[in-house]
């Protein structure tokens, strides 16, 4: 597992702890992280939504510096499937 998705566990882990629902973030060339009902992981497994985001992007939005919609917008981050599923958990991030 890469250093920066284990970064991204640590830190949503603290942001978000469990979900209810199912988000992947797919960090392009670097690998993925779930998050659900059962916490915070390293895992590609099937997702109510799916975001998909370069390292930089996914680190700036976890850091805060970068808005989760103001990327979704600029086409920084893809979303594909169940977009209240996004929107929840960006609000859960806030």
């Known amino acids: 597992m ?3 998705v284990n970064e991204a566990v640590t830190q949503l882990s603290r942001k978000i702890g469990t979900f209810d ?3 992947k973030f797919v960090i392009e060339d ?3 992280v779930m998050v659900d009902q059962a916490g915070v992981r390293e895992g590609d497994e099937e ?5 998909t985001a ?5 680190e700036g939005i976890l ?7 103001a990327a979704f917008m600029s086409g920084k981050l893809k979303v ?4 209240g599923t ?8 806030s």
């Open 2 to 4: 890469s250093d920066i």
């Open 80 to 83: 594909d499937g169940d977009m």
């Open 30 to 32: 670097e690998g993925c």
């Open 63 to 69: 850091s805060g510096d970068i808005n989760p919609t």
């Open 47 to 51: 997702a109510d939504c799916t975001m």
């Open 21 to 23: 629902g199912s988000v």
């Open 86 to 93: 996004a929107m929840k958990l960006g609000g859960a991030l």
């Open 54 to 58: 370069d390292a930089e992007t996914f």
